[in-house]
Each structure stands twice: as structure tokens, then as C-alpha cells.
């Protein structure tokens, strides 16, 4: 089990994604990128907020973490990768608004 985080909000339980958190991955990006889409071009706003099928592909080259709440639904969501021995790449960092 990873680590239990308490912050006002409550308490929240990082750990590695699994593909069956796919609905709750892409929920949480949706839903904490939406308010802002007209602040992006459609390709951006694409990309930040990508496709089942784009994060599918995160999950075979990427590392995806989740937080949960007690409940077990994901309230925030990254992803990384070693970019080289001296670089990592992040993508899709989002935490839902409430």
C-alpha cells in the first residue's frame, strides 16, 4: 500500500495506476482542464486532455500514479518517465478542483 497523505480537504492514498483506473484518469483530467480550454488551441487542449485511447498508450510507456480519497475515487492523477539517466518527462499532472 502507498503512502497516506491528510490535508484540509482529508485524506488521499497515492499509489500506481492500474488500467482499470483508465475512466477515473481521464475523468480527473477533464474535469480539472475544462474550465481553461478556451485558453488553449484544440491540438493543446487535445493533448492536455487526451483520448482513451492516448492514455492507453501513457500506461505502456509511462509510469501513471493516482490519488484517491477514502472512497477509492481518483482525485488527482501524473504521469512520468525517465526522459535519459539525467532527465525525466511529466506529463498529465491534474488534481480535481473540489
Known sequence: MGPRRTTEAGTFHI????????????????????????DYTPAAFADTVPSEGDVRERFRGM???VA???????VGTIACAAAS?????LR?????PD
Do not use: K, Q
Not at 15 to 38: N, Q, W
Not at 85 to 89: M, P, R, S, V, W
Open 63 to 65: 509510469t501513471i500514479l
Open 68 to 74: 484517491e480519497d477514502p472512497a477509492g475515487a481518483i
Open 92 to 96: 498529465g499532472l491534474a488534481v480535481r
Open 15 to 38: 499509489r500506481p495506476a492500474t488500467e482499470t483506473d483508465l475512466p477515473g484518469v481521464l475523468g480527473c483530467l477533464r474535469e480539472s482542464f475544462e474550465p481553461y480550454r478556451a
Open 85 to 89: 539517466a539525467a532527465e525525466g518527462h
